[in-house]
């Protein structure tokens, strides 16, 4: 392993840890263009950790946590248009 890919992993992981946390202290909420981001970030870059790895557990994880977020800021950004 590379140390980019290293990197890589890292960055994606603490843009994770970071929404979660924000969340927790209610600095952030769930339904908010945000948190959704840092999780589709986040968890992009976890998809080519995974792949770097070769562990499907963590790969089938992180793509269907990368789609939900997408699908959470798409429609996010859905509601802001129709509504302004």
Same mark, same amino acid.
């Given at each position: 392993m590379t140390?980019?890919?290293?990197?890589?992993?890292? #960055?994606?992981?603490l843009l994770l840890l970071i929404a979660f946390? #924000?969340?927790?202290?209610?600095?952030i909420?769930?339904? !908010?263009a945000? *948190? !959704? @981001? /840092?999780? @589709?970030?986040g968890s992009g870059l976890l998809i080519w *950790? @995974? *792949?770097a790895l070769g562990s499907i557990p /963590? #790969?089938?994880l992180e793509i269907t946590w990368t789609l939900f977020a997408v699908y959470k800021l798409i429609s996010i950004f859905r509601k802001r248009h129709e509504s302004g």
């Open positions: 140390d980019i890919t290293l990197f890589i992993g890292i #960055l994606g992981m946390v #924000l969340n927790l202290f209610k600095k909420m769930q339904d !908010s945000t *948190y !959704s @981001a /840092f999780n @589709a970030i *950790y @995974a *792949y /963590f #790969l089938v």
